[in-house]
């Protein structure tokens, strides 16, 4: 299968080198730093954007938010070939999808989401989860692909609206950027009270209020690690997208904007910089008590 890859940072980069591995693949970058490296890497890479869409059977795009990829598809849209697929990987804004989706519709291209599950090492090690939507027929031919980048059994195709699967993937984020807010608040009240931060983690994951950022993401916390692969500006960014559709559809959102406040200050203390737990980083620094060993 001929492959574009438009979007080569930290999970775009891995998408592209194991894709190539088995399929005629052909990247692009606009920053050249991050062109280059993939090239030294052995990864074919283009001129243009224009270039991969006219070489590509499918073209996947691995971008960081949703101004990139509506940017990207609006300066392309009019180079796809009708029967084309466009197959979005990135982790977007669902009201942007149904937009670009209908142009693309328009111009007889089909199109796929298949947001992420897994950080940068999952993608180098081939263990993605991905939550997949888009016409079953379209579906069945980028399958394939995603399965050499998937972890055994995940791909999980939830239906054919693409703008589902990005809906899906920012409520997951939502609940988890909330489970941030909410361990590190009870993980500070146990400090407080002497309770050794890593048995305090252990006996919370044992017990009811237990979940996946406990068990398995806040040990990063525990060993000072904020997690650099995303930008605390991205949180925000899709935080803020989920609250504006709370508004368009009347739906409460009183706990959320305060975990949206909470890493609102988070960006505001620390910049736009990488740490997906930069607001539990805050939550220490206000309570005085480090919770890293």
Same mark, same amino acid.
């Given at each position: *299968? ?14 592209? @080198?194991?894709?190539?591995?088995? /399929?005629?693949?052909?990247?692009? &970058?606009?920053?050249? !730093? ?34 990139? %990829?509506? %940017?990207? *598809? &609006?300066?392309?849209? /009019?180079?796809? %070939?009708?029967?084309?697929?466009? #197959?979005?990987?990135?982790? !977007?804004? =669902? ?9 693309? /519709? ?9 947001? *992420? ?32 980048? @998937?972890? =055994? ?17 920012? $409520? ?9 807010? @909410? ?9 407080? %009270?002497?309770?050794? =931060?890593?048995? $305090?983690?252990?006996? $919370? ?7 996946? *950022? ?18 605390? &500006?991205? +949180? +925000? ?8 559709? @709370?508004?368009?559809?009347?739906? =409460? ?24 737990? #930069?607001?539990?980083?805050? #939550? ?10």
């Amino acid at each position: *299968m001929r492959i574009g890859v438009v979007g080569l940072g930290v999970m775009g980069a891995p998408v592209a @080198a194991t894709l190539a591995g088995a /399929h005629e693949v052909l990247a692009y &970058d606009i920053d050249r !730093g991050r062109a280059e490296a993939a090239a030294a890497s052995g990864i074919p890479v283009a001129r243009s954007m224009k270039e991969v869409v006219r070489a590509s059977e499918v073209m996947i795009t691995v971008l960081p938010g949703p101004g990139e %990829t509506a %940017t990207v *598809m &609006d300066a392309v849209e /009019h180079r796809f %070939t009708a029967g084309s697929i466009w #197959l979005d990987l990135s982790t !977007g804004d =669902p009201r942007v999808t149904r937009r670009v989706v209908e142009r693309m /519709h328009e111009a007889g291209v089909a199109c796929v989401t298949a947001t *992420m599950a897994g950080g940068p090492a999952a993608a180098r090690a081939r263990e993605l989860l991905f939550t997949v939507a888009g016409a079953v027929e379209t579906v069945q031919r980028i399958t394939p692909p995603l399965e050499l980048l @998937a972890a =055994p059994g995940g791909v999980d195709v939830i239906g054919t609206d693409p703008a589902e699967a990005q809906t899906v993937k920012l $409520l997951s984020n939502l609940l988890w950027f909330g489970q941030v807010v @909410a361990v590190t608040e009870a993980m500070l009240l146990g400090r407080a %009270t002497g309770i050794e =931060p890593a048995r $305090l983690q252990e006996l $919370l994951a044992a017990r009811a209020g237990s979940s996946v *950022m406990l068990e398995r993401d806040y040990g990063a916390v525990l060993r000072g690690d904020y997690m650099g692969a995303f930008g605390i &500006d991205r +949180v +925000v960014e899709q935080i803020a997208t989920m609250r504006a559709m @709370a508004a368009d559809f009347a739906v =409460p959102f009183e706990l959320s904007s305060v975990v949206a406040r909470v890493h609102e200050e988070a960006l505001a203390a620390y910049g736009p910089v990488a740490g997906e737990l #930069l607001a539990a980083k805050l #939550l220490e620094e206000r309570s005085g008590r480090p919770l890293a060993r």
